[in-house]
């Protein structure tokens, strides 16, 4: 849903285990749905998205899984690795408008 | 995000001037997005525009701000008689094809105001 002017959660996993980063959207009417990594210092970086007739879909590594009965959106990550350190964004957005809602974000922290 | 420019990374202005950001989006594309995103927080939208028209400009404040996208030359996103409430990253986006829905948008660099 809308950011809210609160610190970053932070989640932190140790290298090679699997990352699991959760999103509440804000509006049943969304209905495409988008994660974003962003890097200190730079712009959001597309990951991968997802339709809401879908409940899951699969890229490189990564895994968003959508339950719109909780309005719940997930990022999995297998196998974290480092580079993987990032403040994560999930983003709606309702077909037939342009605007696009980013959620708070969750920094995450690859432990060595 | 490589393709999309936005210019100057860094801007620095005292409170009551005027601050003007720049972005070209990727070669070919006619339609930008602009984001305002304060720090530790999301990406908020601020406007959507194609080449010579406004399509969305619901999260744009009412006073102070403005966006454009000239039919030749970059996107320019105002923001007259800065205050300290302004400072934040500011983002423009690209989106997959030109004015799809249903595509990711690819993100310039962002340029950091900072008002002092």
């Known amino acids: 849903g809308e950011s809210v002017g609160l610190h970053l959660p932070t989640l932190s996993v140790q290298e090679g285990d699997n990352s699991i980063i959760n999103c509440a959207y804000s509006?049943?009417?969304?209905?495409?749905f988008i994660w974003y990594k962003q890097e200190s210092g730079k712009g959001p970086q597309f990951i991968i998205d997802?339709?809401?007739?879908?409940d899951k879909r699969q890229g490189q590594r990564v895994t968003v899984l959508l339950n719109k009965t909780v309005k719940h959106l997930s990022l999995q990550i297998a196998a974290t690795q480092p580079g993987d350190s990032a403040v994560y964004f999930c983003?709606?957005?309702?077909?037939?408008?342009?605007?696009?809602?980013f959620g708070t974000g969750t920094r995450l922290k690859v432990l060595a | 995000n490589a393709g999309v420019m936005q210019n100057p990374r860094h801007l620095v202005r005292r409170r009551g001037q005027e601050a003007r950001l720049r972005c070209s989006p990727m070669?070919?594309?006619?339609?930008v997005y602009w984001y305002r995103q304060l720090p530790e927080e999301g990406l908020k939208f601020m406007v959507y525009l194609q080449k010579e028209n406004i399509i969305d400009e619901s999260g744009m404040p009412k006073e102070r701000f403005s966006a454009e996208f000239p039919k030749e030359g970059p996107s320019i996103l105002r923001i007259q008689q800065v205050v300290r409430g302004d400072s934040a990253a500011y983002f423009c986006?690209?989106?997959?094809?030109?004015?799809?829905?249903?595509?990711?948008?690819?993100f310039g660099p962002g340029t950091r105001l900072t008002v002092l």
């Open positions: 997802i339709r809401s007739n879908m």
């Open positions: 070669k070919g594309h006619s339609h």
């Open positions: 983003a709606e957005n309702t077909s037939g408008t342009y605007k696009y809602i």
């Open positions: 509006n049943s009417a969304s209905d495409y």
């Open positions: 986006a690209s989106p997959g094809t030109s004015g799809s829905l249903y595509n990711e948008q690819f």
